[in-house]
C-alpha cells in the first residue's frame, strides 16, 4: 500500500487488517500537526464526519501554552471546541508507524462551521479562491533545509541544546562522500515519503556540517503545503526512531549556515496546462502577468516577512555572506538576491522567494506571496531591471527587516495584508508576534548572567 488512498480504499485497508489507527490532525499556528489517534474502525464509520479540538491550539505559543489577548480564544471565552473537518482528499499511509495512516482536516467554527479566519489551511484556502475566480492555478514548491544531529532528543536537551555533535564534521554542500555517512537516515526518509505518495525528487548535503536539503516536487499549492508539513513531521519522528536528532531552527547556531524554506511559485491556467508566466518574446521570457506578480511580491516583501520569519530566531539567519539575503530585490540565477528568477527560457519559468526559512508555516508562506502576487497584478506594478552582482554589497536597495519587531509593525499596518486575509486574521497573528515579542524581552538570557552575576 503506497501514495494517497482514498476513502473506499482506506476502508478496504481497515478491513483487510491493513490499517488499525487514523492519525486525524489540523494545522496549528506554527505549522505544525495537531489531533487525535482514531481507532481505524470508529473513523471509517463515524469520525470521518468531523471531530473537535479545544481552541487554545489555535491560540497558543511554540510550548504550547496558552496565550491571553486573543478574541478568538481566551479564559474568559471558556476555551471551548473548534472543528475539525477531515479532507478525505488528503488520506495517506505513514510508512513509518505500523498500521496506520493520516488524514488533514480543515480547521472549522464550532457554530458556523466556516473555516476559522485565523485557521493556517483556510487563510490559504482563502487565497486559491481568489485565483480560482480569476482562471488562475499556482504551482508552488518549497524546500527543506535541516541539520541533521548525531544526538538524540533526549541527550540534546540534556546539553541544553549547546555543542550538539552533527551528522559529518564538516560542510559535505553536494560532496557525495561525505553525505554517504548520513545516508542511512536520508534513504529511509526519501523512500518512506515516496511510499506514503510525497513524491521527492533529491536530497544533497547543504552547507553546514550535516546540514540537509530535501526537494519534493511541485504541486498546486494547497497540495504542496500539506506535503511540506507531513515531510517535516515524518523527518522528525523517523530521526527519533534512529537515535538522532533534526532541527528546522532558522539558526539553530549562530556561526553555522541557516535552515532556509525557499519558495517556488508560478501560475498557470486553471487546468494545469499551459504556463501563464511563460513568453519566450517577453523580456526575460517572463509574461506581462508574471512580472506584474513578481513585483507585487518584491514590492509587499516587507509587509509579508513576518509570515516567512515567524520568531526571534528567524532574523538572524539573515546575514550577508551566507546565502541568507538581506535585501529585497530580484535578479537572474543569483543567491545573494531575495527573489531569483529561475528557469529562464522554459515554461517551467518561476519566481523563488528565498526570504524564507524552514520554520515557516507555508500555508501561511503561501498565502501572503498569492496575496502580494495578486496585489502586483490587480495594480499592474512594473517589474524593474534584474540586480547585477553581491547584493549583500549594494547600497540604497531596500532591506529584509532585521527584527521580529520590525516585521510585525509592518504587517500591522498592512493594507494590502489586511485586505487579503481580513482583519481578524491579520489582528491574530499580530498578537501572536508581539507575544513571542514579549516572552523574549522578558526572560533572563545567558547574556545576562554572564555579564551581571557579579558585576552589579
Known amino acids: 500500500m503506497a501514495g494517497k488512498l482514498s476513502f473506499d480504499q482506506l476502508k478496504s485497508a481497515v478491513a483487510a487488517g491493513e490499517i488499525d489507527t487514523v492519525l486525524v490532525a489540523a494545522i496549528d499556528m506554527q505549522g505544525r500537526l495537531i489531533g487525535k489517534r482514531f481507532l481505524a474502525q470508529f473513523f471509517v464509520e463515524s469520525a470521518y464526519e468531523e471531530t473537535h479540538g479545544c481552541n487554545y491550539l489555535m491560540a497558543d505559543d511554540i510550548d504550547m501554552e496558552p496565550v491571553p489577548g486573543y478574541k478568538a480564544a481566551s479564559w474568559s471565552r471558556g476555551y471551548g471546541d473548534f472543528v475539525m473537518k477531515p479532507d478525505l482528499s488528503t488520506i495517506r499511509p505513514v510508512p513509518w508507524l505500523e498500521k496506520t495512516a493520516l488524514v488533514l482536516c480543515d480547521s472549522q467554527d464550532h457554530h458556523t462551521r466556516e473555516d476559522l479566519p485565523h485557521s493556517p489551511r483556510g487563510i490559504l484556502r482563502k487565497q486559491l479562491k481568489r485565483l480560482e475566480e480569476r482562471g488562475y492555478l499556482a504551482y508552488f514548491a518549497s524546500e527543506l533545509e535541516f541539520f541533521l544531529l548525531s544526538e538524540t532528543y533526549d541527550t540534546a536537551r540534556e546539553k541544553n541544546w549547546r555543542d550538539l555533535k552533527s551528522a559529518s564534521p564538516y560542510i559535505g554542500d553536494y560532496l557525495i562522500g561525505i553525505t554517504t555517512k548520513e545516508e542511512g537516515y536520508m534513504r529511509r526518509l526519501r523512500n518512506e515519503m515516496h511510499a506514503a505518495g510525497i513524491p521527492i525528487e533529491n536530497s544533497k548535503g547543504e552547507w553546514g556540517p550535516g546540514q540537509e536539503e530535501i526537494n519534493v516536487r511541485y504541486a498546486e499549492a494547497l497540495e504542496m503545503a500539506d506535503r511540506h508539513v507531513f515531510l517535516k513531521n515524518g ?137 502580494a502576487g495578486l496585489a502586483g497584478i490587480d495594480e499592474k506594478l512594473e517589474l524593474q531591471k534584474p540586480f547585477v552582482g553581491d547584493a549583500y554589497q549594494a547600497a540604497r536597495l531596500p532591506e529584509i527587516p532585521k527584527t521580529l519587531r520590525d516585521a510585525t509593525e509592518t504587517m500591522t499596518r498592512s493594507k494590502m495584508l489586511r485586505q487579503a486575509f481580513g482583519d481578524d486574521a491579520i489582528d491574530h497573528y499580530v498578537h501572536t508576534a508581539r507575544w513571542e515579542q514579549l516572552e523574549y524581552d522578558r526572560r533572563i538570557t545567558d547574556w545576562e548572567l554572564h555579564r551581571g552575576f557579579e558585576r552589579y
Open 235 to 371: 523527518a522528525k519522528e523517523i530521526a527519533d526512531q534512529e537515535g538522532k536528532a533534526v532541527t528546522f531552527m532558522a539558526k539553530y547556531n549562530y556561526d553555522l549556515a541557516g535552515n532556509s524554506s525557499h519558495v517556488h511559485n508560478s501560475l498557470w491556467s486553471a487546468d494545469g496546462k499551459k504556463p501563464l508566466f511563460f513568453d519566450k518574446d517577453a523580456p526575460w521570457t517572463l509574461s506581462e502577468l508574471g512580472r506584474q506578480w513578481c513585483a507585487g511580491q518584491i514590492r509587499y516583501a516587507k509587509e509579508y516577512t513576518y509570515f516567512l520569519a515567524p520568531y526571534i530566531n528567524s532574523y538572524k539567519r539573515f546575514q550577508a555572506g551566507t546565502f541568507a539575503p538581506t535585501k529585497i530585490m530580484w535578479s537572474e540565477d543569483n543567491r545573494t538576491a531575495g527573489f531569483r528568477l529561475c528557469g529562464e527560457g522554459t515554461k517551467a519559468i518561476r519566481m523563488e522567494c528565498r526570504i524564507g526559512g524552514a520554520d515557516l508555516n507555508p500555508y501561511l508562506a503561501f498565502a501572503a506571496l498569492i496575496a
